[in-house]
């Protein structure tokens, strides 16, 4: 069974730091990956994903996630956080073949202050 | 845009009551699913339906049923609400293959007393 684990549960930064949340993922086979980001009050929804070609993946507003396949990581990355950024970030999973459902992270709660 | 609709934002039932909860989407999706959200614990799969008629167990299917009678509405059911089924519920659809992105609803909180 997959399973995604996110090191930090709740992340504190000043705006403009440089942000960086760790998700590993565990399967055997290949995998797509995605990260999804809930705003105070707002639905889940989509930051940016990873189905197979460059490993350097950009998303929207700013944000970009590394694949490394020997370390079973999609690290997301932000240079220079706002106010705005403050969020629930969720790194999920799935097979790309047949119809598996995402399996999600515990999420990380990011908080920018001024 | 696509539109993932669940029927309340909040809910307050009693201890044993019967609950529906409904999710309406309106982008032809195959699949629909239901997620329930609790603080540290990320979003958990209940059940998901693939199509008309179809469900499949999630992770945590105890306490929980589904009814997917057409294709754009998927309804949860908690047949006897008990107080641990107090969580925010979130209904989620997608095409079929599912690395098709899952577009989500704004999520009923329900509140069990």
């Given at each position: 069974a997959q399973s995604v684990s996110q090191h930090n549960h709740h992340v504190i930064l000043s705006e403009a730091a440089s942000l960086e949340l760790g998700c590993n993922y565990s399967y055997g086979g290949t995998v797509n990956l995605f990260w999804y980001v809930q705003y105070p009050g707002q639905h889940l929804q989509l930051l940016l994903k990873y189905?197979?070609?460059?490993?350097l993946v950009k998303g929207i507003k700013g944000f970009e996630a590394e694949f490394i396949k020997s370390k079973f990581s999609f690290n997301l990355r932000k240079p220079s956080v706002q106010w705005s950024d403050t969020a629930e970030y969720f790194c999920a999973v799935n097979a790309p073949s047949g119809n598996t459902p995402l399996v999600f992270g515990k999420g990380t709660r990011l908080s920018v202050i001024a | 845009d696509v539109k993932v609709t669940q029927s309340s934002r909040y809910l307050v039932k009693r201890t044993g009551e019967k609950v529906f909860l409904e999710c309406v989407q309106d982008?032809?999706?195959e699949n629909m699913f239901w997620y329930r959200q609790d603080p540290g614990l990320g979003l958990r799969l209940i059940y998901f339906s693939y199509d008309v008629k179809m469900k499949e167990k999630g992770d945590i299917p105890e306490g929980y049923s589904v009814s997917r009678e057409k294709k754009e509405r998927f309804s949860l059911i908690l047949e006897s609400a008990s107080t641990n089924q107090t969580s925010m519920y979130l209904c989620a659809s997608s095409f079929v293959p599912t690395s098709y992105e899952a577009f989500f609803g704004q999520g009923t909180r329900l509140t069990v007393v």
């Open positions: 189905f197979s070609g460059d490993p | 982008m032809d999706h």
